[in-house]
């Protein structure tokens, strides 16, 4: 798959796919209040992925935008039932990444693999805080990436990151209290 055409990939599954589950976030009860503070969340925190690939990636805006970022979040909160703190992990991972890969003096991220490299993040972070998850398969599938591609990179992830998942608390705070205060402010308005 074409990382560029990620947001077009998903808005037609978007379209297409309806979710039908017994997971929180599709209960009746769901209100108004809660859908503008996940599409807040969304917008947040793919402005903090697009912010930190645009500074790594020349042409990263050529290949990838934030409201595509936004789409992928929200397909992978309604498919496969990401929840904030693993999209806050999946930042604190990016970040990670980008400083060791600096460090190193190697350049692996580029404008063809982007996409590739957003759904390594979303795996590895799943994978760092659920008892079950899904198959590497499952989002080979549903992104049309071949499945020893989607493998090779997750491998190469660990080893930019020197296989350590711990994000330090500091970290972890910083992205979470910037969440909250969308929170609140919607709250409060």
Known sequence: MKDSRLGTNLEKKYKIKKVESTHPKSLPEKTSAFLGFENQCQQLLAHKLFDILEGVVAGASEAISISGIALFLKYL???AYM???EDII???FLEKFVRNQTARRVQIL???NIGTMLVVLVIVAMKSCRDKVCLNNFYADEF????AVLNQSETTFMKIIKNELYIGYSDYSQLFNEIMKVKDNKITN
């Open 90 to 92: 999946a930042v604190a």
């Open 110 to 112: 580029n404008t063809k």
């Open 83 to 85: 929840i904030v703190e």
């Open 144 to 147: 049309q990436i071949p499945s």
């Open 77 to 79: 909160w309604h498919r």
